[in-house]
């Protein structure tokens, strides 16, 4: 009778060590996937390539890339040797005015072909912009209605052999993990 328990009780212990090899990665993923969920809804991470010139539907607006270039009467001498800075011009008609949540965590970054990532920063001593133009973050709280038209600029501060190299990418928190990547333009 006690040989009969001692197999019996392998053939659980032998289920028992099965089981784990099933349930640890079970358990595992399901501790992990509330944090995986937030890591892919907090960065961008499929690319949609926007030919240059051409608007493109985002967290519904259409964005245009109108330009990205070198602004004029800045003072050389008040930059890091090897520096250029870049304006980051887009044309934005708002189509959903919700931008409050649409818009939210709104990134405009440029990158390289090898894919080096540029914030915005300020620049000692950039001309402060237009009246009426606005930084992601300002626009969205402007109280804009659907079908205003804003014009928004970011500021960045590059090193000066990748300069011709870059391209413009926009995130925004409701398409995420998706973000817009613009061709530039001639």
Not at 94 to 115: F, M, T, Y
Not at 122 to 148: K, L, N, R, T
């Amino acid at each position: 009778m006690d040989n009969t328990r001692t197999q019996g009780e392998r053939i659980w212990r032998r289920r028992s060590l099965w089981a784990l090899f099933v349930l640890v990665p079970l358990a595992l993923f399901e501790i992990s996937y509330g944090s995986l969920k937030e890591l892919i809804r907090g960065n961008d991470l499929f690319a949609r390539d926007i030919e240059a010139g051409q608007p493109a539907r985002f967290g519904g607006s259409a964005w245009q890339l109108v330009s990205l270039k070198t602004p004029e009467g800045i003072k050389k001498n008040r930059l890091p040797a090897g520096s250029v800075p870049l304006i980051a011009r887009f044309l934005v008609e708002v189509g959903n005015p919700d931008l409050q949540n649409l818009w939210l965590g709104c990134s405009i970054k440029l990158v390289d072909s090898r894919g080096r990532l540029w914030s915005q920063t300020s620049v000692p001593g950039m001309p402060y912009p237009a009246d009426g133009i606005m930084s992601c973050s300002s626009a969205i709280f402007s109280g804009a209605e659907s079908g205003a038209r804003m014009v928004i600029e970011a500021n960045f501060l590059v090193p000066q052999d990748v300069a011709a190299d870059l391209r413009v990418t926009l995130g925004v928190g409701s398409e995420r993990p998706y973000y817009l990547r613009f061709a530039r333009s001639g």
